[in-house]
């Protein structure tokens, strides 16, 4: 079906922000729901706080030939942008901008997700309705209004009021009935009694949304320890998170010396983990005894420094991060913040960790080095083999980026089984180094075509012996 066809069917709060010549086909999220309500079929809400995702999502529907929903939440993209920096008019002018580009002409919906209000108070009944407003002038065409967060009573109550306007456009309207908890706490099933009150009360008030949203057990962020039998091992924030900062970093216990502290720079970096237990989480702590005395010497120097600025006033402080976080600023005068300085300390060297596995402590650090290690060989590999920039709009461009990158992360892995069986322990940046120091230049000389190879520094010996290399000649002919 061409846009021209389905033409009408936009509502005119959105036609209008669509250009004379652009495709977008914005529909109405009540006529959608409501043509679907009989049939046993989905339609996918995506969420687009990263833009980047747009142009396959449009791809994949025309494809399809299927109607989706792109959508945004109240926390993501409000008044004043929300944590994406989107409002609903940026928000609406992207999709439209996107579907010029595609020639997207495949029907979809504008959602507004979770326009959520959290109590009874003016205030935020009052932020709601101000925010629908603007959706509404913006263009969307379906809203979700969550009042869920309230009693059945007070929901249905600020769900009606709120939903006059939608009501009055004649366009989408969903509801929820039962709050999604976030990770790590009880979820409550909403009931059919809890459904079909809210939507009693709803008739009653003369509001008869589309859709009804429940809480199905579902849950808001990264689901913990016994919610899942998944394993994980993940890197835990230490100045942020106050359980890390307070309980896990101040516990006592010996640690456990995993790598020690070498003589050259060749050595492996120095390890050593610590083993916590709290609130029935397990953490690791690792230290890293080298990069410690980094730490301390890195922030003797700022406050070296701090003391011979300080004296020249506040403005000489403005521009570096690393002085401002010992600085403690008072009206027009400036002072070094002991407290601060001593606070720093306890994350000198450290990093920490939280897991559910059954591994070793030592065995969860490495483990974790390894994704260092994968990060580090996507980075190495688009230096290496020059791929900068990537566009990945092509299928085959992807297939070829992650190929190459994994066999990268093969060969590597190999190398390093090939190097720990031979007895060395090498850092990677010493391995790269050495071995691209490792050069053969052709020279022509009385006709004679001769290849010099550079002198091996390094490790660079030691690699080709580990997996049965030899060395090539100093000079051969070719």
Known sequence: MGYESIRRFVPENAAKEIPPGNPACPVNGRDVYRALASHKTIVMACNIRIPLV??????????????????LAKSEGDLKGGYTGMTPEIFVRT?????????????????????????????????????????????YTSFAIDASFNEIPDNARITASLARPIVEHGLGLEVEVGEIKSAGTEAHLSTVAEAVDLMERLTAAGVHPELLAINNGSKHGNYLEGENAIPYILGARMRKDKQVREQVLTCGGRYHEVHPRGSTAKDPSPLKVKEVRHMGHRYIVC????QATKDRLTREAIIKA??????????????????????????DSASIDFEKVKAEARFDGKWVLRTNTELAADQVALKYKELWQVERV??????????????????????????????????????????????????????????????????????????????????CGKVFQAVGMAMPPTIREI
Request: hydrophobic share 40%.
């Open 287 to 290: 230290l890293n005894e080298r």
């Open 54 to 71: 747009i142009p396959g999502i449009m791809r994949a529907a025309k494809e399809l030939d299927a109607v989706v929903a792109f959508e």
């Open 95 to 139: 999709i439209v901008a996107a579907a010029k580009r595609a020639e997207f002409d495949t029907p979809f919906v504008i959602h507004g997700d979770h326009i959520t209000v959290k109590n009874t108070s003016e205030a935020e009944v009052e932020g709601a309705r101000a925010l629908i407003a603007a959706e509404l002038a913006a263009g």
């Open 378 to 459: 996507f980075r190495d590999v688009k230096s290496m083999l020059e791929t900068r920039p990537i566009f990945h709009q092509r299928d085959d461009t992807i297939r070829g980026h992650v190929f190459c990158s994994f066999l990268a992360l093969v060969l590597r892995k190999e190398l390093e089984r090939h190097l720990e069986k031979a007895g060395h322990v090498f850092e990677w940046s010493h391995i790269k180094q050495d071995l691209q120091a490792l050069q053969e230049t052709h020279i022509e000389e009385n006709g004679n075509q001769l290849a010099v190879r550079s002198k091996a520094e390094g490790v």
């Open 306 to 331: 701090l003391e011979e600025k300080i004296p020249k006033g506040p403005k000489a402080l403005v521009g570096n991060k690393g002085y401002r976080r010992y600085v403690k600023l008072e009206k």
